[in-house]
């Protein structure tokens, strides 16, 4: 089997390299056709007349570009604006489509770059609408999410696939062991989706423990004067990610209130299951597809930190509960995220697109 991963995606965006790193390790031969348009963009998501022409001018060239033999078409993230030239290429092969997200929910609902009702607004729904109609077949991130996509572009109920994100395992391997100096580690862009007004308020909270913050955003003006117990680091290598969570006390998932934090389980959750390390997170029905409170993460309420900072007292003083949900979280991993099963699921959708009609 052949697939085609196409698209003006960011290459090394995770949920891009982990389902072509799965689908490979599934015995699936890759092929990618990618001019990346989206790459160190994501965090403003231009959509102006700049970004309109370099779009333009990227679908050009990878239709122009000679024709790989495949057998299926797979969109990556983000590729709302892609399905057209996808469709084109696939000729009628099957096109699937991997979005993890929608415009809408990202720029309005999430980030509010534009308001609710606004002409953006309805044409990011249109094209959101027509990308997820036009695809073959969906792929959403979890149940919670896929109830949404269906639910925005009219779709009847099951008609979008799960598959998790999982982690890139060349990188994110087990090794996790209780450091001597507790640490509750947190990294992403500073969105409201992560809610990290609720971790400074945590750290306000338990002073005695001491808190990284890595990452910065849209709302960096919340670390302008952090906790004294909170350490700042504006970004570290993708490539050292992996060393520092297996050195972190805990690894801090999301606390956010949004609709879309309710469905997500982001990245940052499952690189930390993948190294073994605990995870202390927001009890979501998203997290609640993978995760139980108490045995592979400790869940709190979203938008507590009196929670959040009772959570990670408790981690830290109890050397035997951290190593249980270490290895409750990694467990849970391998039976449900890992490569190995998640390359299988990918596989088994596109076999079920060649096999129809």
């Known amino acids: ?6 698209g003006t995606y960011e290459r090394d965006y995770p949920r891009n390299a982990q389902v072509i790193a799965s689908l490979r390790g599934a015995g699936v031969e890759v092929v990618e056709r990618n001019v990346a348009v989206w790459h160190g963009r994501r965090q403003n998501w231009s ?29 990556g993230y983000p590729g709302q604006l892609d399905l057209p030239a996808a469709k084109w290429v696939a000729r009628g092969r099957p096109v699937l489509f991997n979005p993890l997200v929608s415009l809408t929910e990202t720029l309005v609902e999430d980030r509010r770059r534009f308001a609710a009702g606004s002409p953006a607004a309805r044409l990011l729904n249109r094209i959101d609408r027509h990308a997820l109609r036009a695809a073959d077949l969906v792929v959403a991130d979890t149940a ?104 972190a006390g805990c690894a801090l998932g999301i606390f956010g209130t949004s609709p879309k934090a309710q469905r997500v389980i982001p990245n940052k959750a499952f690189q930390a299951l993948a190294c073994g390390t605990p995870l202390v997170t927001a009890d979501t029905p998203g997290a609640r597809e993978l995760l139980r409170h108490g045995e592979s993460a400790l869940l709190v309420p979203p938008g507590e930190p009196e929670s959040l900072a009772e959570a990670l007292r408790r981690l830290a003083g109890d050397a035997e509960l951290a190593r249980r949900i270490g290895a409750g979280g990694h467990a849970a991993y391998r039976a449900h995220a890992s490569e190995a099963v998640l390359g299988r699921r990918w596989r088994e959708l596109v076999e079920g697109l060649l096999a129809r009609p």
């Open 1 to 6: 089997m052949r697939v085609l991963y196409f």
């Open 47 to 75: 959509l102006g007349p700049a970004t309109a022409l370099r779009l333009a001018a990227a679908q050009a060239r990878l239709l122009m570009r000679r024709r790989p033999r495949f057998d299926a078409v797979v969109v």
């Open 144 to 247: 919670a999410s896929a109830r949404s996509l269906e639910l925005l572009a009219q779709l009847p109920p099951g008609s979008v696939e799960v598959c998790f994100v999982g982690a890139e395992e060349r990188l994110f391997a087990p090794g996790w062991a209780r450091p001597a100096r507790f640490e509750a580690f947190f990294v992403g862009k500073l969105i409201p989706l992560h809610g990290v007004e609720t971790i400074l308020a945590a750290a306000r909270l338990a002073p005695e423990l001491p808190f990284t913050i890595v990452g910065s955003g849209q709302l960096d003006a919340l670390l302008a004067s952090p906790p004294p117990n909170v350490t700042r680091i504006d970004w570290i290598d993708y490539e050292r990610l992996p060393e520092r969570l297996r050195a």
